[in-house]
Each structure stands twice: as structure tokens, then as C-alpha cells.
T-cell receptor, first 112, second 112 residues
Framework: LAKTTQPVSMDSYEGQEVNITCSHN???????ITWYQQFPSQGPRFIIQ???TKVTNEVASLFIPADRKSSTLSLPRVSLSDTAVYYC?????????????FGTGTRLTIIP | NAGVTQTPKFRILKIGQSMTLQCTQD?????MYWYRQDPGMGLKLIYY???????DKGEVPNGYNVSRSTTEDFPLRLELAAPSQTSVYFC???????????FGSGTQLSVL
């Protein structure tokens, strides 16, 4: 499983766009990039997953450059309810990489 | 569907006692995981299973045991509880070929 590096914490004001970057220099050809969100006292929740270029859903966008050595989670117009810890995972879904480990995550605090 | 169900939600143990944390999922997922999360920290993988009868160690397996006799259930056993095992325990599952993990609501365990 490719090791990931994220900023420990970030602050942002309500209504702004927030971008959280994850570095994964050793990403393998078959690896996907998955982001999770965790609120206090809850288990992590899946946000978005991608392999290359850009993926968008109702919650966020995920930007992946051509070399795939990093990825950026973009949260549009954040609100106080987006205060949470965000984790980036990189790994292959199929045989040979069932062991999913989490990094330290990024603690995002939204300021009113 | 109930998803991933963990019991109990809270438990206090005395040093040296034993207990089993229960986890069951109704999504017919092959893969199941146990994580622990210490206060303010990320998730650490304890054990995981890729199917009934198959289990493997994660990052922090010492002091724990697991079994996987059915697809649905993946109990975590603590033998001789120690204060260092005070943590929140999360069970998760996913389908083979998809990295989207589904988490239970967690078990908060205190060993005093």
C-alpha cells in the first residue's frame, strides 16, 4: 500500500473552497485514491474515489494529475458541518492489497 | 439494511479481564476489518479478513484475536485487558474489488 502524506491541520472560513492535498509518490499502476471523512465519535465515511484526472460527486471533487503522485480533495463552499478529519487512502481494490491502512489524516476546522 | 453493526457501544473493563467485541454486517462483503483509534489519533489496523476462515494481522495485533466463521460476523477478542487497550474500536467491511469501506458506529472501551 502506497504511503500517503497529508497536512496535519487546516483552517478555513465558511463559504470558501477548501483544497486538501495528499502526496503518494509510490503509487502503483493499479492503485485507486480514496478519501474518507470522520466526525468526532463516528467511524469514517466514504467521500470520493478516483484513478486519474477529475472526479466529482455531490459532496466533493477529486483532482489527480497525470503523474498520479498526488491528489487534491476539493470541498466547495464549506460550512461549519464540514469540520472533520479527512483521510486519503491509496491502494488496489483487488487481490494482493486487502490490507487497508489509514494515515494520520488532515484535521479541517471551519471558522464562522 | 443495517450495514455494519457493532456491540456493545461502551464498555469498562478491569485490568486482566477479557471480552469480545461483536461485529456483523448484512451486505455480504468479503472483506472485514478491525481498527482502533486512540484519542486525537488516526486509525490503526488490528486484524482483517478476506473471507470466512481467513484472517491476517494488521499493524497492531498484539493482545487481540479474531475469528471469521461466517461471512457476516467478525468478532474481536481481547485477552487479559491492559490500560493500553483503552481506545475506540471500529469494525468495517467492503466488497472485493471496491475500496469503499463501510464502518460501524464504534465501541468505546476503557480499561481501568
Amino acid at each position: 500500500l502506497a504511503k500517503t502524506t497529508q497536512p496535519v491541520s487546516m483552517d478555513s472560513y465558511e463559504g470558501q473552497e477548501v483544497n486538501i492535498t495528499c502526496s503518494h509518490n509510490n503509487i502503483a499502476t493499479n492503485d485507486y485514491i480514496t478519501w474518507y471523512q470522520q466526525f468526532p465519535s463516528q467511524g469514517p465515511r466514504f467521500i470520493i474515489q478516483g484513478y486519474k484526472t477529475k472526479v466529482t460527486n455531490e459532496v466533493a471533487s477529486l483532482f489527480i494529475p497525470a503523474d498520479r503522485k498526488s491528489s487534491t480533495l476539493s470541498l466547495p463552499r464549506v460550512s461549519l458541518s464540514d469540520t472533520a478529519v479527512y483521510y486519503c487512502l491509496v491502494g488496489e481494490s483487488n487481490f494482493g492489497n486487502e490490507k487497508l491502512t489509514f494515515g494520520t489524516g488532515t484535521r479541517l476546522t471551519i471558522i464562522p | 439494511n443495517a450495514g455494519v453493526t457493532q456491540t456493545p457501544k461502551f464498555r469498562i473493563l478491569k485490568i486482566g479481564q477479557s471480552m469480545t467485541l461483536q461485529c456483523t454486517q448484512d451486505m455480504n462483503h468479503n472483506y472485514m476489518y478491525w481498527y482502533r483509534q486512540d484519542p486525537g489519533m488516526g486509525l490503526k489496523l488490528i486484524y482483517y479478513s478476506v473471507g470466512a476462515g481467513i484472517t491476517d494481522k494488521g499493524e497492531v495485533p498484539n493482545g487481540y484475536n479474531v475469528s471469521r466463521s461466517t461471512t457476516e460476523d467478525f468478532p474481536l477478542r481481547l485477552e487479559l485487558a491492559a490500560p493500553s487497550q483503552t481506545s475506540v474500536y471500529f469494525c468495517a467491511s467492503r466488497r472485493q474489488g471496491n475500496e469503499k469501506l463501510f464502518f460501524g458506529s464504534g465501541t468505546q472501551l476503557s480499561v481501568l
